[in-house]
């Protein structure tokens, strides 16, 4: 198990407007200060500094914090590894990430973030190296990258190509005993189709959804609390059946090892929900 376990509604924050950290600090687990896509280019340089003040000034929360750097083939990236290294960030995120080496070179704990043909391709081996805490996927830039034009269909759902990047890196994530973190649900106004995509995730075994948006938070860490009644049934079921995990029968229903895992996942979530 990793142990790095924040709560599981993230939430993406421009690196060069600190005014709405705090506000993202207070909606979200762990808030990804992005250095990347939500900066313009020309105000990098000035993101990466507005990044020092935070540090500087110890509002920065290194705990609940994540910082998405530039990918590897891209001109800010030197610049990005070097605050890393300047302000001996924690957690980084890569973006693009698409090989080993790339993520080997950061001294950080680092989550890739799987965006690119290559980098689905290439997921297993990502997941394997040391310093990998998480893993996350995303659709529109690897759709783009295969020569496409839309991740989802008219009414919302994701592609099939989509759903296979999507799976590939979970299950790269869990088989290395990483965090694995779904994508972001881009239609702000979506509420619905964020609320299932997040039970989705839920059920398959992702850590956390991000969002990109305060609104959406909520959403996400309701999707992932358990109901009560899903609570009380976990801990019933522990509770009978103790360190004795063999195969058994409880409430009219055979149970054993998988069923117990679920119900700890259950009291996880509920404690972190």
């Known amino acids: 198990m990793p142990d790095w376990l924040p709560g599981p509604a993230w939430l993406f924050c421009p690196a060069d407007r600190p005014d709405r950290y705090p506000k993202a ?152 005993e990483r965090l694995a973190l779904d994508a972001v649900h881009m239609d702000i106004d979506d509420v619905d189709g964020l609320a299932l995509e997040s039970a989705d995730a839920v059920a398959v075994g992702f850590d956390a959804t991000v969002a990109i948006h305060p609104r959406q938070v909520e959403v996400i860490r309701s999707a992932y609390r358990p109901a009560p009644e899903q609570v009380e049934w976990a801990r019933r079921l522990l509770a009978h059946v103790g360190d004795d995990r063999g195969v058994t029968t409880f409430e009219g229903r055979m149970v054993d090892g998988p069923i117990f895992k679920q119900a700890e996942r259950v009291l996880r979530l509920a404690a972190i929900t």
Request: proline share 4%.
């Open 25 to 176: 600090l207070a909606a979200a687990d762990v808030v990804i200060l992005d250095l990347e896509d939500a900066v313009a280019p020309a105000r990098k340089p000035s993101a990466r500094d507005a990044l020092r003040d935070l540090a500087s000034t110890g509002a920065l929360n290194r705990d609940r914090t994540v910082v998405r750097i530039n990918g590897p083939l891209t001109a800010d990236h030197g610049e990005d590894l070097g605050l890393v290294a300047e302000l001996r960030l924690d957690r980084v995120m890569l973006a693009k990430a698409e090989h080993p080496r790339q993520v080997s070179a950061i001294d950080a704990g680092v989550i890739p973030l799987v965006e690119t043909p290559s980098g689905v391709e290439q997921a297993g081996a990502l997941a394997e190296e040391g310093n990998v805490i998480a893993m996350m996927w995303g659709a529109d830039d690897l759709v783009a990258g295969l020569g496409g034009t839309s991740s989802r269909h008219g009414d919302g759902t994701y592609r099939d190509i989509a759903r296979y990047a999507r799976s590939r890196v979970l299950m790269a994530a869990k088989a290395c």
